[in-house]
């Protein structure tokens, strides 16, 4: 292969932001990038820009990258998921594909897709048409037949094609809403607290929608993984930029063997140390995301000792939540909104094209109760995760089902405030 040479462990191909915090020994080498990529949400990217990552893409599957990446994933899944080291490695593990993809064009930057507003129906979603990146599985196989991978055949495993499996047959069942993901950011104090909550949540729910090799532990075979795994690590690299003297190099919880984790650690099957991955913006590792870029005006937001503040005045969406909800329930689930605009990387509730129609106009209309619990914007619960789904995750049953709660909680308020969603028809 052309590029066997791009080693997937080499040190060089990783790094992240600084902050003002005391910076860990070693890390104070990483030197700061000198060009800053951004990652954008994918239905956002040009026809030009699309078609130069998909160009890319079918040049790593004809090098069998995309066979390698998926062999690497199930071999080191099961220390990787349920623990501490699930946000660290796959910052490095995604970071690496992208990597190898400017091997063949330097301009590449894989997208996200933020799936979350499409959390009610994501099977309408336009990311799984023809266009993006394809839909459910045809056939005895279950063969995706359009896409991106539409034509894949798979050495591992088995010389296959590319298989989904919509877990309601041809539809999907509800995802994470950007209400809940945006609760989550504002709850989280720790690294651990923002790691639980984020796994077995929103990340856990797109693998088994689409099932077939995406609820697999070679999930990576699908390019919906990357995709996937971007979104994730955007919400982290925001979560870090809201305080990052504090939570560049916050790193807590624990490992798959219960060992209390440290920003010393290598990540699982390199030698490279946690923190080069926890500094976005250094070293090789030299993204950002479009979200971050507009919440700081600035493409380098990230390589600056500090986030600037951007307070603007509450979108429709979060003066609904901050007057419908009673204070208490506002500050147990938006702590932030309860103290103020808050901070915008905190806050999953904005614009982004194409949003369902609101079920209500105005901020005026937002006080006056729905006639019906039928009515348009009312928020639908996310489908729990399987036992066994869980226990392949390498997750603990009760702090998924109790995480699950909290999200079933939120919508039950949400509901009981006679909120009504921009992203529910």
């Not at 870029?293 to 600035?298: F, R, T």
């Not at 500090?306 to 506002?330: E, N």
Request: hydrophobic share 40%; glycine share 8%.
């Amino acid at each position: 292969m052309k590029f066997l040479k791009v080693a997937f462990g080499l040190a060089a191909l990783f790094g992240d932001f600084v902050s003002g915090m005391a910076v860990p020994p070693g890390a104070e080498s990483v030197p700061v990038c000198k060009k800053i990529g951004v990652r954008k949400e994918v239905r956002s990217l040009t026809p030009t820009e699309w078609q130069a990552y998909t160009n890319a893409v079918a040049a790593a599957y004809n090098d069998k990258w995309i066979d390698w990446f998926g062999f690497y994933h199930s071999r080191v899944a099961d220390v990787v998921h349920g623990n501490s080291h699930f946000l660290v490695f796959h910052r490095h593990f995604i970071n690496s594909y992208e990597n190898i993809l400017q091997q063949y064009n330097p301009n590449v930057m894989v997208p996200y897709w933020n799936m979350m507003v499409d959390f009610q129906n994501p099977a309408n979603s336009t990311v799984l048409g023809s266009k993006y990146l394809g839909g459910n599985g045809a056939g005895t196989n279950g063969c995706v037949g359009s896409g991106v991978a539409g034509s894949w055949s798979l050495t591992f495993t088995n010389n296959h094609c590319l298989n989904r499996a919509y877990n309601n047959g041809t539809t999907i069942n509800s995802w994470y809403s950007p209400e809940y993901a945006t609760s989550v950011l504002q709850r989280s104090n720790t690294y651990a607290d923002l790691r639980a909550g984020i796994e077995n949540s929103v990340h856990g729910a797109v693998h088994l929608g689409l099932d077939g090799d995406m609820g697999t532990m070679h999930s990576p075979v699908d390019p919906v993984f990357f995709l996937h795994h971007m979104n994730i690590d955007r919400l982290y690299a925001q979560w870090q930029a809201v305080k990052p003297d504090m939570r560049t190099y916050m790193y807590d919880g624990v490992d798959s063997n219960n060992a209390p984790v440290t920003v010393s650690d290598p990540i699982t099957g390199t030698s490279v140390p946690v923190y080069e991955v926890m500094r976005i913006g250094y070293g090789n590792m030299c993204y950002t995301y479009d979200t971050i870029q507009a919440a700081n005006g600035d493409a380098g937001a990230l390589v600056k000792r500090g986030v600037r503040k951007c307070v603007k005045r509450p979108s429709p969406v979060v003066q609904q939540i901050v007057q419908q909800l009673p204070p208490k329930v506002l500050a147990q689930f938006y702590p932030s909104f309860a103290k103020g605009p808050g901070h915008p990387l905190e806050n999953e509730m904005v614009a982004l094209s194409p949003l369902q129609p609101m079920a209500a106009d105005g901020v005026a209309a937002f006080r006056a109760p729905p006639p019906n619990e039928n009515m348009r914007g009312r928020m639908p619960y996310p489908s729990a995760l399987p036992d066994e789904w869980i226990r392949m995750q390498g997750s603990s049953v009760a702090e998924v089902r109790a995480l699950e709660k909290s999200a079933y909680d939120i919508v039950c308020a949400l509901n009981k405030a006679n909120y009504l969603s921009p992203y529910v028809v």
